[in-house]
């Protein structure tokens, strides 16, 4: 008996993708609605979130990395091939 409640509370908690979107999308649509679009923003950013719309970049590296650079050096990290073309002023 208790395996049969535990599986029902666990069919009953389970989420799927769609059922996720369909309630963010009733959230959004509820706060543009009331006029509260910080909130009807948010539900619609996770939204995006959730189908991987966005993406979350990270730079590693050491703190002091830059400071160890050339000149030259660090023009060719931040320019690449393409250097810019020196002002005249």
Do not use: C, W
Request: cysteine-free; proline content about 1%.
């Amino acid at each position: 008996m208790q395996s049969e409640v535990a599986a029902k509370l666990s069919d009953e908690a389970a989420l799927t993708i769609e059922q996720h979107m369909h309630e963010l999308r009733a959230l959004r649509d509820l706060g543009r609605e009331r006029g509260m679009l910080s909130a009807a923003i948010a539900a619609e950013v996770k939204r995006g979130q959730l189908r991987g719309f966005y993406v979350k970049h990270i730079v590693t590296g050491d703190a002091d990395e830059f400071s160890r650079m050339t000149n030259t050096e660090l023009e060719a990290f931040i320019y690449g091939n393409e250097k810019p073309a020196k002002s005249k002023h």
